[in-house]
């Protein structure tokens, strides 16, 4: 049984960071793309950073040079550090384990139950 297990959301100023940390079994971590996603109320659920099982990393333009994703292959461990935090940012943010097809994108396949970031002053 797959479990992905996010922690360290929360409430914290614009400008502010969080790290978001999501604990994983029942996959095998180290040959299993990640990725985080995230969704806002009313919008649709946006893919915002995703590591490939050799390191390589991908993410959206309106989190490029604030959020930086990595993976501890020994722990089962995919980070999520978020800086300079804004109100946009605000979203459920979801861990998840997926593959990246030939053509080089991200399909997901297995989510994490969520966890509540809010950027408020």
């Known amino acids: 049984q797959v479990q992905l297990v996010e922690s360290g959301g929360g409430l914290v100023q614009p400008g502010g960071s969080l790290r978001l940390s999501c604990a994983a079994s029942g996959i095998i971590f180290k040959f299993s793309a990640m990725g985080w996603y995230r969704q806002a109320p009313g919008k649709q659920r946006e893919l915002v950073a995703t590591i490939t099982p050799g390191g390589r990393t991908n993410y959206v333009d309106s989190v490029q040079g604030r959020f930086t994703i990595s993976r501890d292959n020994t722990q089962n461990t995919l980070t999520l550090q978020m800086n300079s935090l804004q109100p946009d940012d605000t979203a459920v943010y979801y861990c998840?384990?997926?593959?990246?097809?030939?053509?080089?994108?991200?399909?997901?396949?297995?989510w994490g139950q969520g966890t509540q970031v809010t950027v408020s002053a």
């Open positions: 998840n384990a997926g593959l990246i097809s030939r053509d080089g994108s991200y399909s997901s396949r297995y």
